[in-house]
């Protein structure tokens, strides 16, 4: 049941338990209950995922890091310091140490890339990818559980974002700002909730949430470790891939079910794939199978994660979700 609602909220993460309860054929209580226990017991959280260009000064980077002998998780645990680090994790291959560098506004880039990281004791080497297209983000993600009718269902609970999105984080109103710093923190605030925290009307407390999701600015997200719910092992898989398939590439591995992200980067690996699998024999099956059948694959590089210590922007306790770091939304 408590995967039945995390695939719900996959897919309508603002749909109400009354709602929902009817869709999966259970009653509210329990749809609260459940909600509840796996939201208190930091199993599950629903944030807002807020649109890139309100955000961040360019594009996202990946940081391949390699440490001295024994020093990776120390790394590791020193990288945590940085608000721009969005995903941090220990992994075996040619790299220790995976990271997503995200740069938030007023950030020196080129000093935290070029001197604060690489200066951090315990590192040998950092080796930096810019990403210039993400195919497919974690948001993306989801459990397979659901049957057509339901996932129906559950769409029509969705408010698409079907209009412009602001040209800068200064083109929003304080409200609008406000309120989007809410629904990061909880993308199920109802607007009664909303209303209570910013002490304003509830009519004008809904208007606001409309404009948010409706204009993209803030995407409302799941957030489960893959672990929690059967699929424990993460891979990183970079792809060096003949120039004219590149595009066949990242469609088709988009599309895949253990897709969390699939990158186009400035590197000699210009795909890389991350993924959630049940176990080695899903991952082989996997690099064997579905990569072994994409065109103009030329080599392969397969980074496997042993602790995955931020997604995000939430710190991990194994299976455990931390809060979001703060100061990603400024201005």
């Known amino acids: 049941m408590d995967q039945d609602i995390i695939a719900a909220l996959q897919i309508a993460p603002r749909v109400p338990a009354n709602a929902l309860g009817e869709i999966l054929g259970v009653p509210t209580s329990t749809i609260t209950r459940r909600l509840n226990r796996l939201q208190d017991e930091r ?51 040619s790299s220790d140490i995976y990271a997503d560098f995200f740069p938030l506004l007023n950030t020196d880039v080129n000093d935290l890339i070029s001197c604060k990281i690489p200066s951090i004791s315990g590192i040998t080497s950092v080796e930096t990818h810019l990403v210039l297209d993400s195919r497919r983000v974690g948001v993306a993600w989801r459990l397979q559980r659901l049957d057509p009718g339901q996932s129906e269902a559950l769409e029509a609970h969705v408010v698409p974002a079907n209009q412009p999105l602001f040209a800068s984080i200064d083109d929003m109103s304080d409200l609008e700002f406000r309120t989007m710093g809410e629904l990061g923190r909880n993308a199920r605030a109802s607007a009664a909730e909303i209303a209570r925290t910013l002490s304003i009307g509830n009519s004008t407390a809904y208007r606001t949430i409309q404009t948010l999701l409706a204009t993209g600015a803030v995407v409302p997200r ?26 066949t590439v990242l469609d088709r591995l988009a599309t895949h079910s253990s897709a969390r992200m699939v990158s186009l980067v400035a590197g000699k690996a210009p795909v890389v794939f991350h993924g959630a699998f049940s176990g080695p024999q899903q991952l082989g099956n996997f690099l064997t199978k579905d990569i072994g059948a994409l065109p103009g694959v030329q080599a392969m590089d397969t980074c496997v994660s042993h602790n995955i210590l931020r997604r995000y922007w939430m710190d991990r306790d194994g ?13």
């Open 319 to 331: 299976l455990r979700i931390g809060d979001q770091v703060d100061g990603l939304l400024r201005r």
């Open 222 to 247: 799941v957030e489960v470790e893959p672990g929690a719910v059967g699929y424990p092992l993460t891979a990183v898989i970079s792809l060096q891939i003949k120039p004219k398939n590149i595009g």
């Open 43 to 93: 199993l599950m959280k629903v944030v807002g995922r807020f649109a890139w260009p309100l955000i961040l000064s360019g594009n996202p980077r990946q940081l391949w890091i390699r440490c001295l002998p024994g020093q990776a998780l120390l790394v590791a645990e020193r990288l945590k310091a940085f608000r721009e680090i969005q995903v941090l994790m220990v992994t075996s291959g």
